[in-house]
Every structure is written in structure tokens, then in C-alpha cells.
């Protein structure tokens, strides 16, 4: 099912590994951290995730955030909403009180859109410090330009796929077939467009705004998807793809520490293309990425601090039956797995593991007695480790991971927690 295909040890992990990191190791002490994302095109950025999932991914920094960072989080992911008794049981990672930044209660699951983006804004003034923050997206909005390390700008350009032919070499990159400033450009020309081609907004991420199109129906529904985004289309070449993985990296806000590898994972996706979990398997560079990750390393990453930038993302990358590796997406920010590849580093997880989120819907003790078997304080042949939940009433979702010894056992546990009434897209993947 999922093929072994890591086998050269990279040198570039080996500080990681030896010495840990956190999010202190590449960020300056006192920063104000928000995993975060603008609802709709603000800030020209898609945006698909609902309110339930950026709590969840707001919540992910908690586990790695080192001795010096703060991270904001909703309401819905702190103790006084899930109850400080699972919290414990199940070892959820947590930031010390005086680092927890908690914005108001109120923007909660009903809060969406514009109404969300202008809630988070308003608290966003009251809450950071002039200076500290960084956020995943940033709002590029002028009175908030204050708040941010980084200029927001920069970011969002670094987010902005139709920049990456400026940092990464070409023919480590699908041929592209056109880029347009607008949804209505491109459904003005869409029909010349050939097959397969893959159909892309420039900024958006897990997958959201992606057509992978087959036939011309696929193109003429792409284009009435996007007939009304403002933002700029992508039209590139579509890669038969043996195995999509996730190149993870940190750039040090000192810029007399070297840049770093921090792991490497497959990355679990829809047929359509969106993002839903991942694999960890081994410290290993995967033979067919050596080329794209010296070149990440020693080209790519050196040009982008040279901007200016600091960090942590992860490159989306593509290999294909000859063994060619493409860049297809950049995420100058933290993504899905990071935190995983973090946990790892500080020994917290062990590889290999399957990364995923679920939903679970009962009571307290219901909660407490599906998943206490198989997760929870006595680690002894306990599989699932919670790294972030959020309650409302009776429904609890949460992003986790199965340590797991080969594929069998995968499938088997996966299977387990379906049948504890868990419900996620990863894991019926995964069980089937």
C-alpha cells in the first residue's frame, strides 16, 4: 500500500535530531504566534477551512512552541472548554498560561467569513505586542502592519505560487500553460486549455482551489469555480505521481545558525488533491529527493532569508514513475504536519506514524472510554497520541497520530478507531 522508499541518510537532519527544536529555535524570544488564516480572499489568499478546523490548526503550535513563544488559540481548544480531565488523560499538549493567548469566546463556530476575519482583526489589536507576531497568512491590511515581525507582504508574496519560478529552478517545476491575473481571464481562455492540466489559485493551501482535470468537462468546471476569484490562476502541467511528499524547513531568525531539513513525510490526499494527513516513516531522505532537497537547502532557502524571511514551512513535492521530483507548492508558513515532525525531533513521537484528524460525537465519558485504550497517559501498547482538541458540547474534534510498526498494523489500528466511532477521511483511507 505504501511503499518504503526512504533509503540515503541525510546529513541535514542530524543536528535536528541530536540537538531538538522548536519554534524558539527559529523565532526571536517574545513571539506572538497565530496559525492562522484569512476566511474567503482576504488578504487574496483562498481559504476553504472552516471555523472547526482553524481551531484545531491555531491549537497546533502549543505542542512545539518551545520556552519563549507564545501562541493564540480560540476558546474552543483551551481547558475550559474541553475539560481539563481529558486534557490530562490524554497528555494534549498545552502552553504554559502566561504564553496562551486566548481570543474571545465569541468568535466561535457561527462566526464566519468577513464577520470572522474582522472579529480576529479587532482582537488581534488588542492582544499582540507591536512587532511579535507572525501569522501563517497574514492579513495584509495597512493598520495592522505594525503588529507583524515580518512585513506581511513578504509572506504573502513568499505564499504566492505564481513567485516560485523566481527561487526554484525550472525544470524542477511542472511546465506551466499559462497564468492569469483573474478567475475571468482564465474562463475566458479555458477552453484552448489542453488535457490533463492541473487548474490552481495561486494563493490557497490544503488543496483548496485545485482542479486536477482529466477532460475538458474538468476545465469548464474549474472555470465556473473560479469565474469570480480575484486572485491569479495557475494552468500547469499534470504529474502522474508515484508519491507526494511533504520537504519540511527551518530558517533560523539568526542568521549565524544554518538553515534546517527537519523531516520529510508522504502526504495523504483526496483524488482531488486535498490534503488530509500524513506519513512519517523514517529520518531518511528518500533517494529521489536528494536532488530537490540540496537544491532546497543550499539554493532556495538561502535566496528567501536573503529576503528578509525567517521561519518554518514545507515544500509539496511530486515524484513521478521515472523518479523526476517536482516542486508544485510553497508554504512559508507551518503546515499540516509540522508538528509531528517537531514531536519527533524532541522525542515525543516515535517514527513511524500516520498523521490525521478526527471527530468524535457523546459525552465525556464516552470520549474517555472509546479512546482511553487505545491513547492516554499509560503509553504501554497505546497507539494514538492527541496533539489538539476542541469541544463544542458533545462534539470533539481533534488532530492526532497513530504509531504504527509496518502497513498491516496501520490499516488494523486505523480500523480501530473508526470502529470507536471516530470519524475522519484519513483514516477510512488508510483502513481500506
Not at 512545539?64 to 501562541?71: E, H, K, N, Q, T
Request: aromatic residues 10%.
Amino acid at each position: 500500500m505504501f511503499l518504503n522508499r526512504f533509503g540515503v541518510r541525510a546529513s541535514q537532519l542530524k543536528a535536528v535530531f541530536e540537538n531538538g527544536v522548536s519554534l524558539s529555535t527559529y523565532f526571536p524570544s517574545g513571539t506572538q504566534f497565530y496559525y492562522g488564516y484569512p476566511a474567503g480572499e482576504d488578504s487574496g489568499f483562498l481559504n476553504k477551512v472552516t471555523p472547526s478546523v482553524e481551531e484545531l490548526v491555531a491549537a497546533r503550535p502549543n505542542c512545539c512552541a518551545g520556552p519563549d513563544i507564545s501562541v493564540i488559540n480560540f476558546a474552543a481548544t483551551t481547558s475550559a472548554s474541553i475539560n481539563q480531565k481529558v486534557i490530562d488523560l490524554f497528555n494534549i499538549p498545552q502552553v504554559a498560561k502566561d504564553r496562551a493567548i486566548v481570543l474571545p469566546s465569541e468568535i466561535d463556530l457561527s462566526v464566519e467569513g468577513n464577520h470572522r476575519n474582522e472579529a480576529v482583526k479587532s482582537a488581534l489589536k488588542k492582544l499582540i505586542t507591536p512587532g511579535s507576531l507572525v501569522m501563517a497568512q497574514p492579513y495584509t491590511d495597512d493598520d495592522l502592519a505594525d503588529l507583524y515581525q515580518i512585513p506581511a507582504q513578504t509572506t504573502a508574496w513568499l505564499n504566492d505560487k505564481s513567485n516560485m519560478g523566481s527561487y526554484v529552478n525550472a525544470d524542477m517545476m511542472p511546465k506551466s500553460f499559462g497564468i492569469f491575473a483573474n478567475g475571468s481571464e482564465f474562463f475566458k481562455a479555458h477552453e484552448s486549455m489542453p488535457v490533463p492540466v492541473v487548474v490552481k489559485a495561486s494563493l490557497s493551501s490544503s488543496g483548496d482551489g485545485v482542479f486536477l482535470c482529466d477532460t475538458e468537462e474538468d476545465i469548464k468546471e474549474a472555470a465556473h469555480k473560479f469565474e469570480h476569484l480575484e486572485g491569479k490562476i495557475l494552468v500547469e502541467q499534470y504529474i502522474k505521481t508515484v508519491t507526494n511528499y511533504g520537504v519540511h524547513f527551518g530558517v533560523p531568525s539568526d542568521k549565524k545558525m544554518p538553515i534546517d531539513i527537519i523531516g520529510v513525510n508522504e502526504q495523504l490526499t483526496t483524488p482531488k488533491g486535498e490534503f488530509i494527513g500524513g506519513i512519517i516513516r523514517s529520518a531518511e531522505i528518500p533517494k529521489e529527493l536528494i536532488k530537490a532537497v540540496t537544491h532546497l537547502k543550499n539554493d532556495i532557502l538561502p535566496k528567501v532569508r536573503d529576503m528578509g524571511w525567517y521561519g518554518i514551512g514545507g515544500f509539496d513535492v511530486l515524484v513521478d514513475d521515472t523518479g523526476k521530483a517536482y516542486f508544485i507548492d510553497c508554504n512559508f508558513r507551518m503546515t499540516g504536519m509540522s508538528a509531528y515532525h517537531f514531536m519527533i525531533a524532541n522525542q515525543k513521537l516515535k517514527r513511524p506514524v500516520a498523521g490525521f484528524s478526527g471527530e468524535f460525537i457523546g459525552k465525556s465519558e464516552d470520549l474517555i472510554k472509546k479512546l482511553s485504550e487505545y491513547g492516554g497517559k499509560d503509553a504501554n501498547g497505546k497507539f494514538l497520541q492527541i496533539i489538539t482538541m476542541s469541544r463544542h458540547d458533545d462534539t470533539w474534534r481533534f488532530n492526532g497520530t497513530i504509531s504504527f510498526k509496518n502497513d498491516k498494523e496501520l490499516k488494523e489500528y486505523a480500523s480501530l478507531l473508526l470502529f470507536a466511532d471516530v470519524e475522519s477521511q484519513a483514516l477510512r483511507f488508510l483502513a481500506d
